[in-house]
C-alpha cells in the first residue's frame, strides 16, 4: 500500500468525505473542523491528485456541494491506507507552537532541541523559530524559557504560575462546549473521534488524568450540595478542570505553595471546610496525601468560583458588598444619564456576582471572559461606564480589576439598559417550546414574565404542535426551546428549563435585534365568541380536576427514579387512571428520555407527562423516606421529593395551561419550601392556591381577548 503524506486538516476532510452519506459543503466542513472556508478549498485541491490515485473522483455541484464517486470497495481500500499508512502529520506553525508549549509545560526534565524536530517531523531550524515565539508566550505567563547547549531546553518558575499557564493553554484552544464533550465523551464512534482528534487540542489531557475525572464530578456534586452552594455550569468545568491539574501535578511531586499569612486567611472561609472535605474524599478514592497548601489552592478556586448560595438572603452577604454595588450602580447611571437603582434583580444580581468577583481579583486568580471582544465592540458606552465602576471597585479594593472582569459588569448593566430601552417600545411577543408542551415550558414562561417585563408570552407548545401554532399567530418575535431544534423562519434560542444569567442576558440581547414587524402584514385577530365561552369551560373543568385530584404519597425504600416511575404508575385511583399502569409507566419514561428536571439543591424532581392511560388531570407528590439516585444529564441526584403531573393525552390546551401553572409556580422558593418541607395539608393548600389563581388570570385574559 501507498503511504499517505498528509497533514492533519487534509486527513480529517478525507476522513469526513469518506464517512458522509450525504454531500458536505464547504462550510458544513468548515464548521465541523473550525477551519476557514479559504483553508478548506486549499487543502481540498491538494488532496484531489490524491482521491484520484485511489479510484475515486472528488464531485462537485454548486449550490449543493461535494461528494466522493466511487465503490464501495474503493473507498473501503482508502479508509484501509489512511489507516494502515498511519499518515505523517504535517503540522501547522500555530499547532507545532501549541505542541511544545505543552510539551515544555508538562516535562520536568530538558529536551533535547532533536526530539522536538523528530517529534513534528521538522528541522532543528524551524523548531528554534517555533521556540523564539513560545518564549514570548511563556514570558506573559511570568515563566522563562531556558535554553542550555548541552542540557537541553525547560521552562523555569513558580508552580504556582506554571498551573496558571497550563490553564490559559487548556481555555485559549477549547472552549466551554468542547470542554464538557472532551471531559465527558468516552466514546469510540467515528463521528466523536473525529470530534476530539481532529485537532492537537485534545493533548491538553496530557495535563490531567482524565481516569479521576469522574471520581472528582461525584465528589463535587455531592458536596456542593451539603455545602449548600449551587455552582453555573462554567464554574463547575473550571473547578473540576483545577483539581484534576492539582491531583496530576502533586503526583508528579509538583506541589504548590501559599504564604502562610494568605493560608490562615483562607482558612478563616467557610470555602476552606468545603475544600478539605474535597481533598479528604480524593485523599481516600486515590491513595494519595493531599497537603494543606493544595487544600488552600482548591479553596481559593472555590472563593472565585460563580456561585449562588442556597437559600442566602440578601443580609447574608456581607454589607461591604452590597455598599460596593450600591455605588457602582450610582456611577454607571450618572454616565449612561439612566434610572437603574429600582431594579431588584440586577441589585441582586451583581452582590452574588461581586462576592465572587471580588475573591477572584484578591487572590490574582485569572479571569476568562470569552464575550469580552463582543461585549466591546458592540455596546462600548456600556462597557466605557462599566470601566467606570470598575475603576471605584479596583480603588476600593486596592488591586486592578482586570479587563475580562469589567466585561461581565458590562454584560450585567447592559442586560437592564437593554431591557429598559426595549420597554419604550413594542413587547416582543415570545413562543416557548418544550418537549410535550406543559410543565418545563411554562417554568420558563415565569422565570420570563419575573425578570423581562418587556416580554410577552404568546404561547407554550411542544415540538408537535409548533408549525401549527406558527400557521395562525405570525406575530411572534422569537422562540424560546428548551429542546434543541432549528427552525426555517424564526430565531431560536436554546436555554436550559432553569435559566442562568447569562441566559436571560442572551435572550435580552436577542430580543434588542428583532426588527419591529409591520402591523400592516399581521393576520387581525377577530374576535370569537364561541371560542371564547370554550376556553372558559375548559378552564372551569381543569379548576375542577385540578382542586380534588391531589395526592400525597409517602415511598418506602425506592433507591432509583425507576422505582419512583413504578409507584406512580401503580398508585393512581382508578377514575384517573383508565386503562393498564404500564401505559402511564411507559410514557413517564419516554418523557424522561427527552431530558430529567430537578432542582438539585433543593432536592426536587419533576415528572410530568401526557398519556392514554389517564382519563383526569392529576397532581401527585411523592415523598420519599430516604434519598433516591436520580440521573441527569449523564450526573446523579439525590432527590426527596418528586412532583408529577399528569394529564390525558388529548388534554385541551386549556388544560395542560392550567397544571402548568404548577410548574410555573417552582420560581417561588415558598413553594418549593412546601412541597419539600411542608406537612401534607400545606402542600395540597399550595398547590390549591396556586391553580386558583391561575383560573382567575386565566378567566380575565381570555374576556380580554388575550391568548
Not at 449562588?308 to 457602582?328: I, K
Not at 422565570?447 to 401549527?468: F, G, N, Y
Amino acid at each position: 500500500m501507498t503511504k499517505l503524506r498528509l497533514n492533519s486538516r487534509q486527513e480529517h476532510i478525507l476522513l469526513l468525505l469518506l464517512e458522509s452519506p450525504q454531500t458536505l459543503t464547504l462550510k458544513t466542513i468548515s464548521e465541523k473542523l473550525e477551519l476557514s472556508i479559504r483553508t478548506v478549498q486549499r487543502e481540498i485541491e491538494a488532496l484531489e491528485e490524491t482521491i484520484h490515485n485511489n479510484g475515486l473522483l472528488l464531485a462537485k455541484r454548486a449550490g449543493t456541494g461535494l461528494w466522493l464517486e466511487g465503490t464501495e470497495d474503493s473507498k473501503q481500500r482508502l479508509r484501509q491506507v489512511i489507516q494502515s499508512s498511519k499518515p505523517v502529520q504535517i503540522f501547522t506553525p500555530e499547532e507545532r507552537q501549541f505542541i511544545l508549549l505543552q510539551q515544555l509545560l508538562s516535562n520536568n526534565e530538558p529536551q533535547k532541541l532533536f526530539y522536538f524536530s523528530n517529534l513534528l517531523n521538522v528541522t532543528d531550524a524551524t523548531i528554534s523559530n517555533d521556540l523564539n515565539r513560545c518564549e514570548s508566550w511563556f514570558l506573559k505567563h511570568h515563566l522563562k524559557l531556558v535554553r542550555k547547549p548541552g542540557l537541553g531546553i525547560y521552562v523555569e518558575g513558580q508552580e504556582q504560575q506554571t498551573r496558571r499557564a497550563i490553564l490559559n493553554l487548556i481555555y485559549q484552544n477549547c472552549s466551554q462546549d468542547q470542554l464538557l464533550d472532551i471531559l465527558s465523551a468516552q466514546t469510540d464512534t467515528f463521528q466523536d473521534k473525529v470530534k476530539l482528534e481532529m485537532t492537537v487540542r485534545n493533548k491538553m489531557l496530557n495535563f490531567i488524568d482524565t481516569t479521576i475525572i469522574e471520581k472528582i464530578d461525584k465528589i463535587i456534586q455531592l458536596t456542593e450540595h451539603q455545602y449548600g452552594y449551587k455552582m453555573t455550569d462554567t464554574a463547575y468545568v473550571g473547578l473540576i478542570i483545577h483539581i484534576a491539574l492539582a491531583i496530576h501535578r502533586l503526583q508528579n511531586d509538583e506541589g504548590i505553595s501559599i504564604n502562610q499569612p494568605t493560608l490562615e486567611k483562607l482558612k478563616e472561609t467557610n470555602e476552606f471546610a468545603w475544600a478539605a472535605h474535597i481533598a479528604e474524599e480524593l485523599s481516600a478514592q486515590l491513595s494519595i496525601t493531599i497537603p494543606e497548601n493544595e487544600i488552600g489552592y482548591i479553596c481559593t478556586h472555590l472563593l472565585g468560583a460563580k456561585a449562588t448560595r442556597l437559600n442566602a438572603a440578601s443580609a447574608d452577604y456581607p454589607s461591604r458588598v452590597e455598599h460596593l454595588v450600591q455605588n457602582m450602580v450610582s456611577i454607571v447611571e450618572q454616565e449612561l444619564k439612566i434610572d437603574l437603582g429600582n431594579d431588584s434583580s440586577l441589585i441582586e444580581h451583581l452582590i452574588v456576582h461581586l462576592e465572587s468577583a471580588i475573591n477572584r481579583i484578591q487572590y490574582n486568580m485569572d479571569i476568562r471572559n470569552p464575550l469580552l471582544h463582543h461585549v466591546k465592540q458592540k455596546y462600548p458606552a456600556i462597557f466605557q461606564a462599566s470601566s467606570k465602576a470598575a475603576d471605584f471597585l479596583a480603588k476600593q479594593l486596592d488591586k486592578p480589576v482586570p479587563e475580562e472582569e469589567t466585561g461581565y459588569l458590562a454584560m450585567h448593566f447592559g442586560a437592564v439598559v437593554l431591557r429598559k430601552a426595549g420597554s419604550k417600545n413594542n413587547r416582543k411577543r415570545i413562543l416557548l417550546v418544550c418537549a410535550s408542551g406543559m410543565g418545563t415550558s411554562r417554568l420558563l414562561a415565569a422565570q420570563l414574565e419575573k425578570e423581562l417585563p418587556q416580554v410577552e408570552i404568546a404561547d407554550t407548545v411542544s415540538l408537535l404542535q409548533i408549525d401549527d401554532l406558527l400557521q395562525k399567530q405570525n406575530d411572534i418575535d422569537l422562540i424560546i426551546s428548551t429542546v434543541p431544534f432549528q427552525h426555517k423562519d424564526y430565531d431560536v434560542v436554546v436555554v436550559n428549563p432553569l435559566l442562568s444569567s447569562d441566559e436571560f442576558i442572551r435572550i435580552e440581547e436577542r430580543l434588542n435585534q428583532v426588527a419591529e414587524k409591520d402591523p400592516a402584514l399581521l393576520k387581525k385577530q377577530e374576535v370569537n365568541l364561541e371560542g371564547i365561552m370554550l376556553k372558559l369551560k375548559h378552564y372551569g373543568d381543569a379548576l375542577f380536576q385540578l382542586q380534588n385530584y391531589v395526592y400525597i404519597k409517602p415511598l418506602n425504600k425506592a433507591k432509583k427514579k425507576e422505582a419512583v416511575i413504578d409507584y406512580i404508575s401503580s398508585a393512581l385511583p382508578e377514575f384517573v387512571l383508565e386503562k393498564d399502569p404500564k401505559i402511564l409507566k411507559r410514557d413517564l419514561i419516554e418523557r424522561e428520555k427527552l431530558g430529567a428536571w430537578i432542582m438539585k439543591n433543593a432536592g426536587l424532581a419533576m415528572l410530568h407527562c401526557r398519556s392514554e392511560a389517564l382519563q383526569k388531570l392529576c397532581v401527585c407528590v411523592v415523598k420519599c423516606d430516604r434519598p433516591v439516585r436520580w440521573m441527569h444529564q449523564e450526573k446523579a441526584a439525590q432527590v426527596s421529593t418528586v412532583l408529577v403531573l399528569l394529564a390525558p393525552k388529548q388534554s385541551p390546551k386549556e388544560h395542560i395551561e392550567m397544571i402548568s401553572e404548577i410548574s410555573a409556580a417552582l420560581v417561588e422558593d415558598s413553594f418549593v419550601h412546601a412541597l419539600t418541607k411542608g406537612m401534607e395539608d400545606d402542600i395540597v393548600e399550595q398547590i390549591k392556591t396556586v391553580v386558583g389563581k391561575g383560573y382567575l388570570k386565566k378567566i380575565d385574559n381570555a374576556l380580554r381577548g388575550k391568548t
